[in-house]
């Protein structure tokens, strides 16, 4: 039953994966009806989809779990400190029946509308079939990383052979003894190449930019080192809401969480958002870092926070990472390809690898470098080169996706007065704290351009965005308020502040092109969407808004 005399439902959510199941169990907490509209048949979002071999999350599970229930923190046990797609999936699916959230799930369900409808002040849902639903509120939990992208190559559509994405793997392929194609080279490619290579009869890895790709570093999770997370998730679950990527670096070996900086909470979002006090490169002499990358391995250059915000210390960090891809690849012309030159290290999201580079020296593995032969069409065979016919059985995209907005513009969205999402963002995501937009009122995004999002560990900030949402329906309930949208002046002003935030950082430095600045998508506006001032302070603006009877909000 709605508490509007008129909706379907209090509240409609578009997404069943962490987002969209966390939704329900805190909407339903404060008792609000809920309906969520989930396009595959099963929970988990991304990591239903993204089943490729080697799929991996680069975040500690013990980190990248829900923080909200004890009882689950106790009762679940991760087989790995970094968790396997199924592993993860496993666990959403836990959460899913332990709280009994599927019954509010409508699966199968592909949105294709989201219409403000003006006269009755209401969300209606339009899925695939045709059929409508109303609600008070809406929200997008629609993901980040969820609108897969394929280039727009010459004769794409023409290939004859078995075709995949690594964002839409099906069950059950057999790359056994096949000649296997990949395109793309970033966190997806370079998971999946070092994991099929071995079984495959021979792997073209087609590179057009190479990627700094670092160890992962992956210790096993032993039953004393759960013990230790388990005895100490209280703190960790607190940690997280203090350090820039959300994460609370306990070092379930030891038992010990590396301290947390005091400037952390008084820099004002220039602070290490790399998620530790790896302080500065500039200073350490050549021995220091040889020392620090023997104990802690290359990753750690990442950690360096000037590398971000500096241009001789990211070279510095830059150099040392091209020498680390010269001694892990035997054939010179191999290691030369894959080597990083034009852009510096922390522009891209860092790519973990396993034994990503030790793969080419395999006699199966030939990487294409695309600079060098560009590639000119896609072909029944395979793929021609400007040097080359490649003939293939298989041909894997791993071109990445539509990040940030992709999902938001792809739904279809109409606010007032039939003000179309496509048409307000044309130049670039504009919104407050990645939560709401003007002219859309009652609906909300979680973890949005213009959130810490892909930047931090995304269940705590959604998590934290659910919390708001609820909090402010609350105080809405509580002051009779209808509607909610952000003025005009705060959304002006949270743009520009997320605007200076990223100035003169390695994330827009020129030469730079990733998925953060939509570079990777032709013809969208090339704007660095995430707030990159760290989860922590994000998360003081965020409870500042509340605390001040949520400012920069307009209730009617
Ligand atoms: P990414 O990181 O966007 O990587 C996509 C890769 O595909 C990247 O190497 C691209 O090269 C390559 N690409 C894209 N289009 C082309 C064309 N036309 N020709 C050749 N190569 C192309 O996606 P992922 O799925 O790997 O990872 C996305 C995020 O998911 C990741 O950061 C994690 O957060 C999880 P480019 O660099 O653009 O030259």
């Known amino acids: 039953m709605s508490v509007s005399n008129f909706a379907d439902f209090d509240v409609l959510v578009v997404g069943a994966g962490f987002a969209g199941l966390y939704a329900i169990h805190r909407f339903r907490r404060q008792g609000l009806s809920v309906k969520v509209f989930e396009k595959a048949p099963e929970v988990g979002g991304c990591w239903y989809w993204n089943k490729y071999p080697g799929c991996r999350c680069d975040i500690p599970s013990v980190d990248y779990s829900y923080g909200f229930s004890p009882e689950l923190d106790q009762e679940w046990t991760w087989p790995e400190a970094y968790s396997k797609q199924a592993d993860i999936l496993n666990y959403i699916k836990h959460v899913a029946d332990k709280f ?106 087609f590179q057009r930019t190479p990627a700094y790709a670092t160890p992962a570093f992956e210790p096993t999770m032993t039953p004393e080192m759960m013990d230790r997370v388990k005895a100490n998730y209280p703190r960790i679950r607190e940690t997280q809401q203090f350090t820039p990527r959300a994460v609370a670096n306990f070092n379930a070996r030891t038992g010990a969480f590396a301290p947390l900086p005091d400037d952390f909470l008084t820099q004002g979002g220039r602070v290490d958002f790399r998620g530790t006090s790896g302080g500065n490169i500039k200073g350490l002499t050549t021995e220091e870092l040889a020392e620090l990358i023997k104990n802690y391995g290359i990753g750690h250059l990442l950690n360096f926070q000037d590398i971000y915000f500096d241009e001789e210390s990211n070279e510095k960090a830059s150099d040392i990472f091209r020498g680390y891809v010269k001694s892990s690849v035997r054939d010179p012309e191999t290691a030369d390809s894959l080597t990083p030159k034009n852009y510096g290290i922390g522009c891209k999201r860092p790519v973990r690898d396993r034994s990503y580079y030790q793969t080419f020296n395999r006699d199966n593995v030939t990487l294409v470098d695309l600079q060098k032969q560009p590639l000119e069409e896609v072909n029944p065979a395979g793929i021609r080169t400007s040097a080359n016919q490649y003939d293939l059985d298989v041909l894997i995209y791993a071109t990445g996706f539509d990040a940030l907005t992709g999902a938001l513009l792809k739904a279809n969205i109409t606010g007032r007065g039939g003000l179309k999402l496509t048409e307000k963002w044309q130049y670039g995501p504009v919104g407050y704290l990645g939560l709401q937009i003007e002219g859309f009122p009652n609906l909300f995004a979680v973890t949005g351009p213009g959130s810490p999002s892909a930047l931090a560990n995304m269940v705590v900030g959604i998590e934290q965005h659910i919390n708001f949402i609820a909090d402010c329906l609350a105080f809405m309930k509580e002051k009779h308020y209808a509607e909610v949208e952000p003025t005009k002046d705060a959304v002006d002003e949270w743009v520009s502040i997320c605007n200076k935030l990223a100035e003169g950082t390695s994330y827009t430095a020129s030469g730079c092109k990733s998925w953060y600045l939509g570079t990777n998508i032709p013809g969208k506006p090339q704007v660095f969407m995430p707030y990159i001032g760290g989860y922590h302070i994000f998360k003081q603006h965020c409870d500042n808004v509340a605390r001040n009877d949520y400012a920069g909000f307009a209730f009617r």
């Not at 409508?106 to 002040?121: G, K, P």
């Not at 969300?123 to 109303?134: S, Y």
């Not at 023409?158 to 395109?183: N, S």
Request: a negative charge.
């Open 100 to 205: 009994d959230l599927r019954k509010d799930i409508q699966f199968n369900s592909e949105v294709t509308a989201v219409t403000f409808l003006d006269d009755q002040r209401l969300w209606e849902i339009t899925t695939a079939d045709g059929e409508k639903t109303t609600g008070t509120y809406c929200v997008m939990a629609t993901g980040g990383l969820s609108v897969p992208t394929k280039p727009k190559l010459a004769g794409v559509d023409t290939y004859a052979g078995l075709e995949l994405h690594t964002a839409a793997w099906p069950e059950g392929v057999d790359l056994k003894g096949k000649r296997v194609g990949i395109i793309g080279t970033g966190s997806s490619g370079v998971q999946v190449v070092p994991e099929i290579a071995p079984e495959v009869e021979h792997l073209y890895v």
